[in-house]
């Protein structure tokens, strides 16, 4: 069979379906993340009585030229530039259990 009278059968499928308009009264409306000022700034709860939590990080980017170690020396080689870059990224939860608080933390870094 060839591509194009599949495409042409999957057509007049679909033209033979009957159509639904889409009623956005019908749609969930979601609900903003109420904050968690009891665990510190920056911390939300995004379902309610869920874990309390934050997330952060932090990106570094360099650029300059090379200097050379002592004044006067030459450099090796031809004028090439000093580039770098790093970042992180934190997340931190909360929450309280039968136990007492609990809390879950990991940061993912890369770059010195």
Wanted: glycine fraction near 14%; proline fraction near 10%.
């Amino acid at each position: 069979m060839r591509t194009t009278s599949v495409i042409l059968a999957a057509a007049a499928l679909c033209a033979a379906l009957p159509a639904r308009a889409l009623d956005l009264r019908d749609l969930p409306i979601a609900k903003a993340p109420e904050a968690c000022p009891q665990e510190g700034p920056g911390f939300t709860r995004l379902t309610p009585g869920g874990p309390c939590l934050r997330i952060s990080g932090r990106v570094r980017a360099e650029a300059g030229t090379p200097v050379p170690a002592r004044p006067g020396l030459t450099l090796d080689g031809a004028g090439r530039g000093v580039v770098g870059a790093s970042g992180r990224v934190a997340i931190d939860t909360r929450t309280e259990t039968e136990f007492g608080p609990a809390r879950a933390f990991i940061r993912l870094g890369t770059g010195r």
